[in-house]
């Protein structure tokens, strides 16, 4: 008699930490057609064929940036924007995330008249909706985005500078992402420190594609440093750079799927993750874009699982060491601690 959970199930029941999810792109199809409803377009106009990619699909490095701008586009509201955090937040917490880092770059739309702060406080009113109703503590990093102007990215640190303390300690750090083929990540460096100063954290996504193994300004983020890597995906290949991320024992934020979606990795076995975790630096599974990688956070456990041979106490000591890189305080980490144990005598019972 087979009374053990299927992996994807024990997947699905560990208890999770999300620390790299786009608010746009972790946005799933259902809360697509309600903006799509609000906002008077047909369910033509965007569908599912257009704003995600499917099982077994890889598509060119630009188009998750084409999907980005179609979500962006369909967003334009602070309604909108609530909504989807909200949706989102309660997709995670259904998925087995019990903290969570949400991500996202504040914009601003004439048009609707949201502004940069308006957009931050549409998040966090979500946010504070969702924290009585959902098993999952939720934290906020402000984005900045590679195309934007220095001065874009100044406004974006003060604005989470001013709601570290208006909210109570929801935001957290600073984002750099966006297409890793355009702009020069090293014009944000003054302004990454300004924000490190003040006592924010950073997540920068750092040498996503090839070309950024040799180009100076990966060395030059690193040796910020940030409190964590998004990707990294070519560190490994440089071995300074490889260095200089084992000296300041640096977290990697691990994305399998986005990874093998977007082409920047071969396949699963090709991932870095199977480098730095073999040397046990610390990696946390994350999926970056849930919504149009088509993934969840459990998908991506069973993932590493079936790819990288991995036990159930191994997914479990993952999962229970990426609440050390979480960038809540220790007061929370000590709170998540103790229920990941609570957790962990349910869960293996039943496997
Ligand atoms: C194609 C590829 C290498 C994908 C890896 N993934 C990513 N790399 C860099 N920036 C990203 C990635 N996924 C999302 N973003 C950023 O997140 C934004 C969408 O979320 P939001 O509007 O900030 O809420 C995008 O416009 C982009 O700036
Ligand atoms: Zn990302």
Redesign the pocket.
């Known amino acids: 008699m087979d009374e053990a959970l299927g992996l994807a199930e024990f997947c699905r029941q560990l208890p999770k930490v999300e620390l790299h999810a786009?608010?746009?792109?972790s946005v799933s199809e259902t809360t697509i057609q309600k903006l799509q409803v609000k906002k008077g377009v047909g369910h033509d106009h965007a569908h599912q064929g257009d704003i995600a990619i499917g099982k077994g699909e890889t598509r060119h490095?630009e188009e998750?940036?084409r999907i980005?701008k179609i979500i962006?586009d369909l967003s334009d509201t602070e309604e909108a924007i609530f909504t989807m955090t909200e949706d989102v937040i309660s997709e995670f917490a259904a998925d087995g995330v019990r903290y969570l880092e949400l991500?996202?770059?504040p914009r601003h739309v004439p048009h609707t008249g949201m502004t940069p702060s308006t957009y931050v406080e549409s998040i966090l009113s979500a946010i504070q909706t969702c924290k009585d109703r959902e098993d999952v503590v939720v934290r906020l990093l402000l984005?900045i985005?590679r195309r934007q102007s220095v001065e874009t990215a100044t406004t974006t640190v003060r604005l989470a500078q001013e709601y570290v303390l208006r909210s109570d300690g929801v935001v957290v750090g600073i984002d750099l992402?966006?297409?890793?083929a355009v702009g020069d990540g090293r014009d944000f460096i003054p302004v990454l420190k300004e924000a490190q100063n003040s006592g924010l954290k950073l997540a920068l996504?750092i040498a996503?594609?090839s070309q950024q193994a040799t180009s100076p300004e990966t060395a030059a983020l690193l040796s910020l440093p940030p409190d964590r890597v998004g990707?990294g995906t070519f560190i490994h290949h440089n071995q300074d750079l490889a260095d200089m991320v084992v000296d300041k024992n640096i977290p990697f934020e691990i994305c399998l799927t986005?990874n093998v979606k977007?082409q920047?990795v071969a396949s699963y076995s090709d991932h870095h993750f199977q480098h730095w975790y073999s040397k046990k630096h610390p990696c946390v599974l994350c999926t970056?874009?849930k919504g149009v990688f088509c993934t969840t956070l459990s998908e991506e456990y069973r993932h590493a699982a079936e790819t990288f041979q991995l036990t159930r106490p191994d997914l479990w000591d993952l999962s229970y060491h990426s609440i050390d890189h979480t960038f809540g305080g220790e007061d929370l980490k000590q709170q998540l601690r103790d229920k990941w144990n609570t957790e962990k005598e349910k869960l293996f019972q039943t496997t």
């Open positions: 786009h608010l746009s792109g490095l998750p940036f980005f962006q991500r996202s770059t984005a985005d992402s966006g297409n890793p996504h996503e594609i990707h986005s977007a920047t970056d874009d």
